[in-house]
């Protein structure tokens, strides 16, 4: 059974850098499409980042040219580096596995723009 554990999350205030980290356990990483997906309080969820088995990355707009998602496939881990988080909320981060039909999420990690 394929998990994604998250990590990284906490207390950033405005303008500040974050990483964060999603281990994929039980299945073979490799396969998998990665994303990270947002979700403020009152809101839906909106994918942020997406990044392809061979490493090409997408990106929502509004975080283009600040945000990075990496992925090592050695460690089964996808990354997202948050900089410069000027116009973000505090939101849960939420990382998504798909190889199709399938499709996992993890459990969030929360991230607080505290000043």
């Known amino acids: 059974q394929v998990s994604l554990v998250e990590s990284g999350g906490g207390a950033v205030q405005p303008g500040g850098s974050l990483r964060l980290s999603c281990t994929l356990f039980?299945?073979?990483?490799?396969?998998?499409?990665m994303a990270w997906y947002s979700r403020a309080t009152g809101k839906q969820r909106e994918s942020v980042a997406t990044?392809?088995?061979?490493?090409?990355?997408n990106y929502t707009e509004s975080v283009n040219g600040r945000f990075t998602i990496s992925r090592n496939d050695h460690k089964s881990t996808v990354y997202l580096e948050m900089n410069n988080r000027e116009r973000e909320v505090t939101a849960g981060y939420y990382c998504?596995?798909?190889?199709?039909?399938?499709?996992?999420w993890g459990q969030g990690t929360q991230v607080t723009v505290s000043s």
């Open positions: 998504n596995a798909k190889f199709r039909p399938d499709k996992y």
């Open positions: 039980g299945g073979r990483f490799g396969i998998y499409t």
């Open positions: 990044i392809e088995t061979e490493g090409r990355s």
